[in-house]
């Protein structure tokens, strides 16, 4: 089972934890990063560190969950986070987000693959899914560039929100409406 750091080409993939919301913060508080869910945009540190802890709080539980992606030279440099965990609906859910400084290079992708290929291999009966904003092309491209295909909308069991399922295999989403 996959356990913690993981390397790709060029990013030092590093667990999730209790800790890493003030290196995260600027991620999860950049309007630009949120642009198509201004209201998931966190306000405040704290909201950040409670998001860090529950990814490690799944790495425990599951052995696998969000890392902090590195680049791998520079580790320093936070350059996203993403990974995948467990879904309420029996999938992995599948989660990459990119500083703006460092997108359109191709990072998405490449933390993509790294999280398929994770939850692959922790639990390959499991698919895994991208859910996705219908209005976030860009990431529709991402998760099309990694392997997935749009499998259908569908209601994310998470918080209950329509969205495109990007999946590795055949799945159904739960319907929307």
Same mark, same amino acid.
């Given at each position: 089972?996959?356990?913690?750091?993981?390397?790709?080409?060029?990013?030092?993939?590093q667990?999730?934890?209790?800790?890493?919301?003030?290196?995260?913060?600027?991620l999860?508080?950049?309007?630009?990063?949120?642009?198509?869910?201004?209201?998931?945009?966190?306000?405040?540190?704290?909201?950040?560190?409670?998001?860090a802890?529950?990814?490690?709080?799944?790495?425990?539980?599951? $052995?696998?969950?969000?890392? %902090?992606?590195?680049?791998?030279? *520079?580790? !320093?440099?936070?350059?996203?986070?993403?990974? /995948?965990? #467990?879904?309420?609906?029996?999938?992995?859910?599948?989660?990459?987000?990119?500083?703006?400084?460092?997108?359109?290079?191709?990072?998405?992708?490449?933390?993509?693959?790294?999280g398929?290929?994770?939850?692959?291999?922790?639990?390959?009966?499991?698919?895994?899914?991208?859910?996705?904003?219908?209005?976030?092309v860009?990431?529709h491209?991402?998760?099309?560039? $990694?392997?997935?295909?749009? %499998?259908?909308?569908?209601?994310? *069991?998470? !918080?209950?929100?329509?969205?495109?399922?990007? /999946?590795? #295999?055949?799945?159904?989403?739960?319907?929307?409406?």
């Amino acid at each position: 089972m996959p356990t913690g750091l993981m390397r790709t080409e060029r990013l030092l993939l590093q667990p999730m934890g209790a800790g890493d919301g003030q290196r995260l913060f600027p991620l999860f508080n950049d309007d630009s990063v949120w642009w198509y869910a201004p209201d998931s945009r966190h306000r405040d540190p704290s909201s950040t560190e409670a998001y860090a802890a529950r990814a490690g709080r799944r790495w425990k539980q599951d $052995a696998l969950s969000y890392w %902090v992606a590195v680049l791998a030279e *520079s580790p !320093d440099v936070v350059v996203g986070s993403g990974g /995948a965990q #467990r879904h309420r609906s029996g999938v992995w859910n599948l989660n990459y987000r990119i500083v703006p400084d460092f997108q359109r290079q191709g990072f998405g992708v490449e933390l993509a693959r790294a999280g398929i290929e994770a939850a692959n291999t922790a639990d390959p009966d499991l698919a895994v899914v991208a859910w996705i904003d219908s209005i976030n092309v860009q990431s529709h491209a991402t998760a099309r560039a $990694a392997g997935l295909h749009f %499998v259908g909308e569908g209601v994310d *069991s998470s !918080d209950g929100t329509t969205r495109l399922a990007f /999946a590795d #295999r055949m799945w159904s989403p739960a319907p929307a409406g």
